[in-house]
């Protein structure tokens, strides 16, 4: 059974940080491009970063600069690192895996972990 677990999420005063970390099990870590998305409240969910098995990534424009994915492979673990934290980057994120061989055809998400930004 595939699991994906996030966790550091929390309230932080803006200009703050947060690393997020996300623990897979039960899938071949190695072959899955792993993703962060967040929903804000009212909005639909959107991808925040993606890394690659082989480590490149990339961005949504608002927080490149500010965030920083990475992966352990030997750990089975992607983290987001967030600096330089807004009230607008409140919101709920979540940790996406998909298989770079299309199979299985379709992600799987974690239950998310909440990111609140006071200015």
């Known amino acids: 059974q595939v699991q994906l677990v996030e966790s550091g999420g929390g309230l932080v005063q803006a200009g703050g940080s947060l690393r997020l970390s996300c623990a897979a099990s039960?899938?071949?870590?190695?072959?899955?491009?792993m993703g962060w998305y967040y929903r804000a409240p009212g909005k639909q969910r959107e991808l925040v970063a993606q890394i690659t098995p082989g480590g490149r990534t990339n961005y949504k424009d608002s927080v490149k600069g500010r965030f920083t994915a990475s992966r352990d492979n030997a750990k089975n673990t992607v983290y987001l690192q967030m600096n330089s934290l807004k009230p607008e980057d409140t919101a709920l994120y979540y940790c996406?895996?998909?298989?770079?061989?299309?199979?299985?055809?379709?992600?799987?998400w974690g239950q998310g972990t909440q990111v609140t930004v006071s200015s």
């Open positions: 039960g899938l071949d870590f190695s072959i899955n491009a």
């Open positions: 996406n895996a998909r298989s770079v061989t299309g199979s299985p055809p379709y992600p799987y």
